[in-house]
């Protein structure tokens, strides 16, 4: 009975949620799973769960790219491309930490993940 409570809950959340809160949800699981990386380093699997939250980060990234990228992006072309580069910054540190991994590599990815979940929360005006 409660996994058909719980389905029919997730079913209605999923048609109800707005986009920006679906992209601050996917930042913020991002973070998540960086930050817990970080808190468990050098644990056994260690590496294994690094790899998944920074191939978890660098597909929502990717995805942000593709959007950004397109003619009909609805964001005002500064914002686009100003988030464009970020989301470069965020590719090379994903890569940077692949080849020589550190848990201090993780905050910066970790605070913008975060900071734009935060933003993106907030509500427009």
Request: net charge neutral.
């Amino acid at each position: 009975m409660y996994q058909n409570v719980a389905a029919a809950y997730q079913a209605v959340e999923k048609e109800t949620i707005s986009g920006r809160e679906t992209e601050a949800r996917v930042l913020t699981q991002a973070a998540i799973k960086l930050q817990n990386c970080q808190q468990n380093w050098g644990e056994k699997g260690h590496e294994q769960r690094l790899e998944e939250a920074l191939r978890y980060n660098q597909k929502i990234w990717s995805i942000f790219q593709a959007e950004l990228s397109r003619d009909d992006n609805p964001l005002p072309k500064q914002l686009a491309s100003n988030l464009l580069k970020l989301s470069i910054f965020i590719d090379r540190r994903i890569f940077d930490t692949i080849a020589s991994p550190s848990p201090e590599k993780l905050d910066a990815v970790i605070n913008i993940n975060r900071n734009i979940a935060a933003g993106l929360r907030e509500t427009p005006m």
